[in-house]
Each structure stands twice: as structure tokens, then as C-alpha cells.
């Protein structure tokens, strides 16, 4: 029974983007032979499915034209997700000891409270100018840990918080230390908030990274890539970039899910 209504799920999903595929080829095709049009917009300028195609297999690998060389889709996917792993790894070493600390002790929380409660309500983008003033180098991946931080540091406190008390009281009556009880019941019981912090950090950084690589122009990345397309009219590729920047956004949310699912079995 679960397995037919997860065929007929993935039937209607494949449907659903079928479906948005043809609705955005006859969209434009119309609007190409002005029969229809969405007022302010200039449809007929957006590349069709098959122009986008096209683009997209045209621009994967890296060529060398001359002495210039022009990266492929496939290296700027690369460099983006280099400096997510790179950021994401740093703010998950951070976030997670400050979120437990500030969920398990109420002095830290006291303390660090109202600087996570004002620094967090700061967007990623809002830092790309300061990061451009003061890092020589690693800008990008500074946006990336912002974005990503503060989801992971907001639900590792949830998560301690959340710790059933009794517990923690029977831990602690059967002599266990402060450090053990941390360690052997309030990490364990806060892992699936972590784990859900660390998917929403990942979605906000992946999106944190192409904005600061647009602004920031970094040589090499899908942020730079979509950019530099749209600067010289090249839509076809821009769109190509931006629908690989959505499948792999889609395919980090799915794959942690898939880990969620497969080591936090206590979580049901």
C-alpha cells in the first residue's frame, strides 16, 4: 500500500514538471507570435525548454579559446559547492557547541542571547559589502557561513530545550557528570534539530552563495556564471544556470532528508 502511494506520488511529481516544461514552451512560443502576452514582461525574450537545453549542453565543460579560458557549468558547480562544504563546515563546527551551550546554560544564554537574536535578523546579503571591506580573501564562503549558521545554532538550542527533563534528572541521579549528561543525553535527544538546522542552513547558504558570487565576482561560480551570461545577453546559458542552481538545491535538501531518515531512527 505505501509503495503504490509513493509511485503515485513520484508519478504526479514527473507529471507536475512535465506539465510546467510545456506550459513555459507554449508560453513563449505564443508570445513569440504575438498572440499572447503577460503585460510588462517581455516573454518573447526568454529562452524556450530547447533553447535552454541546448545552452546547458553546450556549456558544461571548461574550453580553452586561444590563450582565454572560459569555465564549463560543471567547474562553476564545482568551485560553488567547494566554498558551501567549505562554509557549511565551519558553521556546523561553530553553531552546534554555541547552540548547545546556550540551550543547556542559562548564564551563556543570558550572555549570548541578544547578539544571536541581533546578528541573526541581519541577511547574509547585508554582510557581502563588510566582507568585501575586510576579508583579502574567502568572502563567499563568509556568506556561506552567516547564512548557514545561525539556522544550525537556532535549532541546536531547540533541540536541548526540548530535552525531556526526566532524563536529564535520571542521568544526573545516576551520577553521571554535566559533561556526560551533555554528551549521553541532551546531544542525542537535540540530533534531529541539528540535523534540521543543518538542512535549513545548507538551503539558505546554497542560496547565499550565488548572491555573493554575483556581487563579489568571483572568478569562478554558478553565481558568477549567471551574471556574467545575463551581461552579455547569453539568457539561454543564464537560465541553464539557474535551473542547475535549483535541481542542486534540491537534491542537498533531498539528501539530507535521506540521512535524517537513516541514522535518526529514534526521531518517530
Known amino acids: 500500500m505505501k509503495a503504490g502511494y ?5 508519478l504526479i511529481n514527473i507529471l507536475s514538471l512535465i506539465g510546467f516544461v510545456l506550459l513555459w514552451h ?8 504575438d498572440i499572447f502576452n503577460i503585460p510588462f514582461m517581455r516573454l518573447r525574450d526568454v529562452p524556450t525548454p530547447l533553447e535552454t537545453w541546448d545552452a546547458l549542453s553546450g ?3 571548461t574550453r580553452l579559446y586561444g590563450p582565454a579560458l572560459t569555465y564549463g557549468i560543471v ?5 560553488s559547492l567547494m566554498r558551501v562544504l567549505q562554509g557549511g563546515i565551519v558553521a556546523f563546527i561553530i553553531g552546534v557547541p554555541v547552540g548547545i551551550a546556550v540551550g543547556y ?37 563568509f556568506i556561506v557561513f552567516i547564512g548557514m549558521v545561525f539556522p544550525i545554532i537556532l535549532n541546536t538550542i531547540y533541540g536541548v530545550k526540548s530535552t525531556d527533563s526526566r532524563l536529564i534528572d535520571a542521568a544526573k541521579t545516576l ?3 554535566e559533561s556526560q549528561t551533555v554528551a549521553k543525553v541532551v546531544v542525542p535527544s537535540a540530533f534531529p534539530s541539528i540535523i534540521a538546522g543543518l538542512r ?24 558568477y556564471f549567471i551574471w556574467n551570461m545575463g551581461d552579455l545577453g547569453r539568457y539561454a546559458e543564464m537560465v541553464a544556470g539557474m535551473i ?15 540521512l535524517q531518515k537513516r541514522f535518526v531512527k529514534w526521531e518517530d
Open 6 to 10: 509513493v509511485r503515485k506520488g513520484l
Open 26 to 33: 507554449v508560453l513563449v512560443i505564443l508570445a513569440r507570435n
Open 59 to 61: 556549456s558544461l565543460f
Open 75 to 79: 567547474d562553476h558547480t564545482k568551485a
Open 105 to 141: 546554560s542559562r548564564i551563556i544564554g543570558s550572555i549570548l542571547n541578544p547578539v544571536i537574536e541581533i546578528v541573526r535578523n541581519m541577511p547574509p546579503m547585508a554582510w557581502i559589502p563588510l566582507a568585501i571591506f575586510i576579508l583579502i580573501t574567502g568572502g563567499s564562503i
Open 175 to 177: 551520577g553521571a557528570s
Open 200 to 223: 535549513i542552513g545548507l538551503g539558505v547558504g546554497w542560496m547565499a552563495i550565488v548572491a555573493a558570487e554575483m556581487v563579489i565576482r568571483s572568478p569562478v561560480g554558478l553565481g
Open 244 to 258: 542547475v542552481i535549483g535541481v542542486i538545491g534540491y537534491i542537498m535538501n533531498i539528501s539530507i532528508l535521506l
